[in-house]
């Protein structure tokens, strides 16, 4: 069981369909009403809305108290960045267990990033780096109301393979120009990789939630259609999906 930073008690954990369909994973204190979530949920986590103080039954004041993690007890920071708007207060595990946002403050960093995303779509001007949105590693961009680009997927009508049926869904779209955001569900923890054999022919691991949902996000593509596979490692053993294709447009 899990203790809120806050020291406020328990944390209750919740499971949600988020941006996309996406299966998210979060915590959150009944007491302060602050968030505890890996950067993943936080930036696919929808539905969030501003609360106010005093909709907070004790809504603590983080300054100068020492948030603990709730996993490993280490004191949490505030974090910095360009991924932070200025406005916005939240707290990271130095050993990467997770962040932790105050009431209505996962609301703002939302509205925030999905305002950045919006501006560079609309303008088609790229985004500085994959780092200026995101939490952490995780390379996964938040799509808000940024309409998905065509994917076409290609499916065979004869028996599925090994991998067709360890593969529950995928996803393929653009965030910002030149920037493709693939999603994969796996419906058993697994170790997946993508590859884009005609720009990317080396394979990318993909960044995993509880192993069972992939997401990786690949930079600086021009304009045109590409095709892409996934290779899924369970147990040591390897096969790999049909190709699939996604449209980049300007």
């Known amino acids: 069981m899990l203790h809120c930073p806050n020291r406020d008690g328990l944390l209750k954990t919740y499971a949600a369909e988020g941006i996309h369909n996406l299966p998210v994973k979060y915590a959150r204190c009944p007491n302060c009403?602050?968030?505890?979530?890996?950067?993943?949920?936080?930036?696919?986590?929808?539905?969030?809305?501003?609360?106010?103080?005093?909709?907070?039954?004790?809504?603590?004041?983080t300054s100068g108290l020492m948030l603990l993690c709730p996993d490993c007890k280490i004191p949490l920071v505030l974090t910095h960045g360009d991924n932070i708007?200025?406005?916005?207060?939240?707290?990271?595990?130095?050993?990467?267990?997770?962040?932790?946002?105050?009431?209505?403050?996962?609301?703002?960093?939302?509205?925030?990033?999905?305002?950045?995303?919006?501006?560079?779509?609309?303008?088609?001007i790229p985004l500085p780096s994959v780092a200026s949105v995101l939490l952490a590693a995780l390379a996964i961009v938040m799509i808000g109301s940024i309409t998905a680009i065509t994917l076409s997927i290609q499916k065979k009508q004869t028996t599925v393979s090994q991998a067709q049926e360890l593969l529950v869904s995928h996803q393929a779209f653009s965030p910002a120009s030149g920037t493709i955001f693939i999603a994969a569900t796996t419906s058993v923890p697994a170790t997946v990789t993508v590859t884009i054999p005609s720009t990317k022919p080396a394979p990318i691991l993909m960044e995993s939630q509880d192993r069972t949902v992939h997401t990786t996000t690949v930079t600086t593509l021009p304009p045109g259609i590409y095709e892409y596979v996934f290779t899924i490692s369970v147990n040591g053993k390897s096969t790999q999906t049909d190709r699939f294709s996604f449209t980049i447009t300007r």
Do not use: M
Request: aromatic content about 16%; charged content about 15%.
């Open 33 to 61: 009403r602050g968030y505890w979530l890996s950067s993943f949920a936080a930036n696919f986590l929808k539905d969030v809305s501003i609360e106010s103080e005093s909709s907070a039954q004790h809504h603590s004041d």
């Open 85 to 124: 708007p200025n406005g916005v207060t939240a707290y990271r595990c130095p050993n990467n267990h997770g962040y932790f946002f105050p009431a209505g403050e996962l609301a703002k960093f939302k509205t925030a990033q999905n305002a950045k995303l919006s501006y560079h779509k609309l303008w088609n």
